[in-house]
């Protein structure tokens, strides 16, 4: 009698152990997994402890509200581009999209539109802003139409739309500029400054318009059927097709918000120089891509969040103006913004197989508990 209960006694001693073991490593390597998912934000917080100790000017109200303004444009362009990349797309012609919307706008806006007969109709700055962001949605669904219907590469579609998106934009002026978008009171075209460079509250307008649309896209993402149909389409696209999701629509959609979200950065960005220029956020893709990489947004698609992305946006935008408030060269600026979104992508890449591996360990742990409570009864 006295034997069997020591057996008992050393069996679940054992158990008690090995299951023990098993949670301790699973704790470290949750843990390991909640700092690597909060990643852009430790990293944020770390840019602005360095810059604040290194320049005494970082940290002020008025250069915290500028570096804000700054990162606005390139949120609102990487919230679009987050959409797209959910699915398991890209979309590299958001820049050209942009400019193309800065010139159709700016010349509607110094130029009116000329009608056959010779006549110009001008329109008020809602409705030429309206225009503009129609413009983008429109341009971004061709690119969904060239992805769907002729089954073009989503990096080759949007490839060759940022040649013909641009090239568009420098016709529009034959390579000139609309150098004066104040507009006059007899037109009935004034008030496009107020986008970019007027303030509500203390704080600049675009800011306020960057706060609306992430809010608007973490609603649509989150809360949304369309949302859970994004992520869907991202994480199983023939899985998703089976259970009776329409994927081309799905897909036209996201290159549709894509595209008005960069028509409403160029918009920004034209009204903050009072001027439209052809070369309207060129290569800002880049910098759009990168936030949402930056944010979690995995390349592959399904997985990502719009908190993340307008995150990497800051992260981005708070490191560049960083360097150049301490004096870094440019050339060292790309070198550093080129390292970190590798750095992203590897980190990005860690996560991913740390959570197969938690997964894999859980299943494995339960496994051996089990069989080792009915070895020891």
């Not at 960005?269 to 759009?288: F, I």
């Not at 992260?315 to 150049?324: A, E, H, K, P, Y």
Request: proline letters at 1%; hydrophobic letters at 50%.
């Amino acid at each position: 009698m006295s034997t069997e209960i020591e057996s008992s006694a050393e069996a679940a001693a054992v158990i008690s152990t090995g299951a023990a073991d098993w949670r301790t490593g699973r704790g470290v390597s949750r843990a390991v997994l909640l700092l690597v998912r909060g990643r852009t934000l430790i990293f944020l917080l770390l840019l602005v402890i360095v810059f604040g100790l290194v320049s005494s000017d970082y940290l002020t109200q008025s250069n915290l509200i500028l570096m804000t303004k700054h990162v606005s444009v390139n949120a609102i362009l990487a919230i679009g581009v987050t959409f797209v990349i959910l699915t398991g797309g890209i979309d590299l012609s958001v820049g050209s999209i942009a400019g193309l919307a800065s010139m159709i706008s700016g010349g509607l806006l110094y130029d009116g539109f000329r009608w056959f007969g010779g006549g110009r109709i001008f329109f008020s700055v809602a409705v030429v802003v309206v225009i503009g962001i129609l413009v983008g949605g429109a341009v971004g669904g061709v690119n969904g139409v060239l992805i769907t219907r002729f089954r073009v590469a989503p990096f080759i579609a949007t490839l060759g739309m940022l040649y013909v998106a641009r090239g568009f934009a420098e016709l529009r002026s034959n390579g000139g500029t609309f150098p004066d978008l104040s507009g006059s009171r007899a037109r009935g075209n004034t008030g496009f400054h107020i986008l970019g460079v007027d303030s509500w509250l203390g704080v600049p307008v675009a800011v306020w318009i960057m706060i609306v649309v992430a809010a608007a896209a973490i609603v649509v993402t989150t809360r949304t059927p369309f949302g859970r149909q994004v992520f869907a389409v991202g994480g199983n696209e023939r899985a998703a097709l089976l259970a009776g999701i329409h994927v081309n629509r799905i897909k036209i959609a996201v290159y549709v918000i894509s595209g008005a979200c960069a028509a409403l950065a160029g918009l920004l960005l034209t009204s903050e120089l009072g001027a439209a220029y052809p070369d309207t956020a060129t290569t800002y893709e880049l910098n759009a891509i990168a936030a949402a990489v930056l944010g979690g947004t995995a390349l592959s698609g399904g997985r990502g969040t719009v908190t993340g992305t307008v995150m990497g946006a800051f992260v981005i935008g708070f490191l560049s103006d960083g360097l150049v408030l301490v004096g870094v060269s440019t050339f060292w600026q790309n070198v550093v913004k080129g390292a970190v979104i590798v750095l992203a992508v590897i980190t990005e890449q860690g996560q991913q197989r740390l959570q197969a591996r938690l997964h894999a360990r859980a299943a494995t742990g339960d496994a051996v508990t089990g069989t080792q409570r009915k070895d020891a009864t």
